[in-house]
């Protein structure tokens, strides 16, 4: 695939758990320097829980990740380890939903979650 959409580079946006920040780090860097743009989380915590974040906010955090979603042009579903939370399922179907190519870290885990289907 041409890391240009058009006359602009490629943007894609990283999802997966927050546990997972190394991950998110070496991605970013990965997809970076082949030229692409990369929309990532707001912040390099190991989860969720260890934010402290209200409920409300998790649900406003979780609409933002949607709309940096509907900015991209694909996304790359970090599933270290076949893992894939509640929150990136949901990321991964809205993707689809909305036309975006899907693309997997871990590819073997990434047939058996389509077969899941």
Not at 41 to 67: M, N, V, W, Y
Not at 71 to 80: G, K
Request: overall charge negative; glycine content about 8%.
């Amino acid at each position: 695939m041409s890391v240009y959409q058009g006359e602009r580079p490629v943007i894609v946006c990283l999802c997966g758990s927050t546990r997972f920040s190394q991950a998110f780090q070496r991605a970013n860097l990965q997809e970076t320097l082949t030229g692409k743009i990369v929309l990532s989380i707001g912040c390099d915590f190991k989860s969720d829980e260890a934010l402290g974040l209200p409920p409300d906010t998790k649900q406003r955090l979780d609409e933002l990740h949607l709309r940096k979603i509907d900015l991209a042009d694909e996304i790359l579903v970090l599933n270290v380890g076949g893992y894939i939370g509640q929150s990136t399922r949901r990321e991964i179907a809205y993707a689809r939903q909305h036309g975006k190519q899907v693309r997997w870290l871990e590819s073997a885990a990434c047939v058996e979650e389509e077969e899941g289907e």
